[in-house]
């Protein structure tokens, strides 16, 4: 599904103060940070946000680039429980940045206006700021244990479309599990679409994936384990073990399908180096484009450091569930 209608580097911690209060909380608690760049602020998908968010999806051109149904609030409301909790779904709002820095300032959300001097959010501020949303849905799927350099030739065996005729009888070669994380991307507000905001909010977004992409993953896998398809084989703990050696889980790479109608969000994504699996869109009408870890932060590990930060981001409207809370 696309919802895009118009990085990364693993060597930037978390502030010391930040990263000491993450240790003393939940592994969730990555799900509360907001973050910023000059051009662009991404904080948590919280009720508040979700009466503006119905009103964008009650246009039908958003709901055809989104190949979405209209929801009624309460629906909304649900759906917005589930992306804050669910171990396999992670989003944020993006803003634009609403309030003007000066050199002494400091560079964090309160630089950005997204939070008042005491960390609580400035509601009204923030509502009026937001243009749109950025997902990533995870998934895992099996491959061939040695992968080539090119990741759109890597083999997915569960692959349900995939020709059987080429599948490998090479048995020598064991095959192991990646994670997968799937972007969508929407600028809903007209007035902000290309001005540079979707890709900044891309770049950001995969930025803050790759930084906690351990404790994200860790999550995934949690969640698998408690599904009866998702009973980990010896070969799965086996890579569980190494990726704890490597200091944690990584993604394999990231994939985004457009429909092949939406030129624009192709190009976004083809300038920021995805490419297409096939020149041939699916039964779907869609193209599916994929990036390596490797090259993602190899090619864009420098391009937001200056102006990269995160926050910690508490809700001051009331009504928002913390992600570790059950929803009602």
Known sequence: ?????????????????????????????????????????????????????????????????????????????????????????????????????????????????????????????????????????????????????????????????????????DTSRPNSSIAIGELELMIAESAYRRKGLGKAALLTFLEYTVRHESQILEEFHRGRRTAPIGVPTPRSAQRETADAAKGGPKFGYFTVKIASSNRGSIALFEALGFTKTSEQESYFGEFELRLSRERLVREHGAEIQRTYGEGLYECSCGECLRPEEPAP
Request: charged content about 30%.
């Open 1 to 169: 599904m696309d919802r895009s209608l118009t990085c990364a580097s693993t060597k930037l911690p978390v502030s010391r103060a930040i990263a000491s209060r993450l240790k003393k909380r939940s592994r969730s608690e990555h799900r509360s940070l907001g973050v910023f760049t000059e051009k662009v602020v991404l904080v948590p998908y919280n009720a508040h946000h979700v009466p503006k968010y119905h009103e964008w999806m009650k246009d039908p051109q958003i709901q055809e680039a989104t190949a979405s149904e209209p929801l009624t609030l309460a629906e909304e409301h649900a759906m917005q429980r589930s992306w804050r909790s669910d171990a396999d779904k992670l989003t944020f709002i993006i803003c634009r940045p609403f309030r003007r820095r000066h050199a002494n300032q400091r560079n964090d959300l309160a630089d950005h206006g997204i939070v008042a001097p005491g960390g609580k959010t400035r509601l009204e501020d923030e509502l009026d700021a937001m243009v749109g949303d950025v997902n990533l849905f995870i998934s895992a799927v099996e491959v061939e244990e040695e992968r080539p350099d090119d990741i759109n030739e890597i083999h997915i065996h569960n692959d349900p479309h995939a020709d059987s005729s080429a599948t490998s009888t």
